[in-house]
């Protein structure tokens, strides 16, 4: 199997109960700020008199709490021990990349078996369901008050992870042996994987704006490798490609993982849109 650079750090496989190691920074920060934006919202609804009951962070709802004393109260508590923040434990407004790469570099931050129930109250018991949760309810936050740079900062959280999830569909420990580069060596047996870089989006959250990019199948490269030099079939391959691209995986494992990366795209689309 063709090795490749890889982007941000070694891709390592998901299990939808936890988080996977390296989206795990960036999904502790989104809810962390999901817990800031909840916490705003019951403010300005105590202080408008209106009726408004705070789900996010269970632990942390009798005070403010830091990202890192956040991060200690949904950790199993068998990775406590190990848990050894930086001196950016006691920020309350991270750099959600800077920050995220410190936390997978240097803070040992194990995210397997994370307490579902302080992260979000009535939690559901998989992980997909947990994220779709918490967006709902920072949905009805900023109906109470806007919060939009906390929205935009668990936007780009959300978004950084789903950029992981979906590389990691394509390369797993630092080889392309993800479920998707498997699936499409069984339809197609090309000569060479290839895989290319992609844009997702951008992080206007960071200065300067940072481009969130993921690695994908290159099929434009496959295409042409395997026309060899039949512009009409290479034509015809690509289309064929991304026809492939579009179906529904056929193992589980391979439909568990791009069921959530879909829930972090409709989850990203919904902040980025405003209120639903």
């Not at 959250?205 to 295409?223: F, K, Q, R, V």
Request: hydrophobic residues 40%; contains cysteine; charged residues 25%.
């Amino acid at each position: 199997m063709e090795l490749i650079p890889v982007i941000l750090m070694l891709f390592a496989s998901i299990n939808l109960a936890n988080c996977s190691r390296l989206t795990g920074p960036y999904e502790a920060i989104f809810f962390y700020y999901a817990y800031q934006i909840d916490a705003a919202a019951a403010a300005k609804a105590a202080e408008d008199g209106v009726l408004y009951t705070r789900t996010i962070g269970a632990e942390c709802m009798d005070r403010p709490c830091t990202l890192a004393e956040f991060m200690r109260t949904i950790m199993d508590p068998d990775n406590l021990s190990a848990f050894r923040p930086t001196e950016n434990a006691g920020t309350t407004s991270p750099d959600v990349h800077a920050i995220a790469e410190e936390i997978d570099e240097e803070w040992n931050y194990k995210s397997t078996n994370l307490r579902m129930d302080m992260i979000i109250e009535k939690a559901p018991e998989n992980f997909a369901g947990v994220v779709s949760a918490v967006v709902s309810k920072i949905q009805q936050a900023r109906a109470v008050v806007p919060s939009a740079d906390l929205v935009a900062k668990a936007a780009a959280a959300l978004q950084w992870a789903r950029s992981i999830r979906l590389s990691e569909l394509v390369v797993q420990y630092g080889t392309l042996n993800g479920y998707k580069a498997q699936a499409f060596l069984r339809n197609y047996k090309p000569p060479t994987l290839k895989v290319k870089l992609r844009d997702l989006g951008i992080d206007e959250t960071h200065t300067p704006s940072l481009p969130i990019i993921y690695d994908d199948l290159d099929y434009e490269g496959m295409a042409s490798d395997m026309a060899d030099g039949d512009a009409a079939n290479e034509e015809e391959l690509l289309r064929d490609f991304m026809n492939w691209s579009k179906t529904k995986p056929i193992t589980r494992p391979h439909q568990n993982h791009q069921t959530l990366v879909d829930v972090y795209e409709r989850s990203v689309q919904s902040l980025e849109a405003g209120c639903s």
